[in-house]
Structure formats: structure tokens, C-alpha cells
Nanobody, 125 residues
Framework: EVQLVESGGGLVQAGGSLRLSCAAS????????MGWFRQAPGKEREGVSV???????YYNSAVEGRFTISIDKTKNMVYLQMNSLKPEDTAIYCC???????????????????WGQGTQVTVSS
């Protein structure tokens, strides 16, 4: 069974950092792109970042330069390093997997084959 389990969320002050982790099982990273979405209170879900099997990465312009996505194929782990956090980064962050996640996210779609349950990130002012 495919499973995506996020961890690492929490409460942090503006300007601080958090590292989100996503433990994946039941599929091969070689055939999937991995990414992160987020949904803030009162907002639509939006793509944050996606990475393919060759370590090419795409970032939402709102987080570009502050967030870094990475994967560890050996451990089936996906990470999102979040630096210089802002209150507007407050959201539930979910990891996702899909062979076509890159074009989906770039086009503004929130479609993905597999989803984690999410981890809460709260950035205080």
C-alpha cells in the first residue's frame, strides 16, 4: 500500500526555519515526481515545490529563494527545508507523488496520485 507520512511541522517565529519530512513507501521514486502542497486558512490549496528523479526542482514564486526541496531515494524520503519563514507561510503542508506532478503543479492543478495527511506549520508574527 502506498503511504506518505509527513512530519516536522510546528510553531516557529517569523524569520525562523523548519524542515518538513515525508516518508514514502509502496512505490519507486524512480518513476515519480515528489512535491509539496499547502493550504492556508481561507485559501485554496496551492503547489509549493516539486522535484523530479533528476533533482530538477520547481518552486512557487512565493517561496522561491527561501525553501529547498530534496529527496533521498535510498531512504524514500522527501524534505522541504523552509527558511526565512513568514506568517503567510502558515498552512497545512502535504506531500504528494505523481509521475506528472511537475506539469500539474506548474499549470496550477492540485492533482496527484498519492497524498499524505499533512503537517501543520504555524509562523507567528
Amino acid at each position: 500500500e502506498v503511504q506518505l507520512v509527513e512530519s516536522g511541522g510546528g510553531l516557529v517565529q517569523a524569520g525562523g526555519s523548519l524542515r518538513l519530512s515525508c516518508a514514502a513507501s509502496g512505490f519507486s521514486f524512480d518513476r515519480y515526481s515528489m512535491g509539496w502542497f499547502r493550504q492556508a486558512p481561507g485559501k485554496e490549496r496551492e503547489g509549493v515545490s516539486v522535484i523530479d528523479s533528476y533533482n530538477n526542482a520547481y518552486y512557487n514564486s512565493a517561496v522561491e529563494g527561501r525553501f529547498t526541496i530534496s529527496i533521498d531515494k535510498t531512504k524514500n524520503m522527501v524534505y522541504l527545508q523552509m527558511n526565512s519563514l513568514k506568517p503567510e507561510d502558515t498552512a497545512i503542508y502535504c506531500c504528494a507523488a505523481d509521475p506528472l506532478l511537475w506539469p500539474h503543479m506548474v499549470s496550477g492543478s492540485t492533482i496527484a496520485d498519492y497524498w499524505g495527511q499533512g503537517t501543520q506549520v504555524t509562523v507567528s508574527s
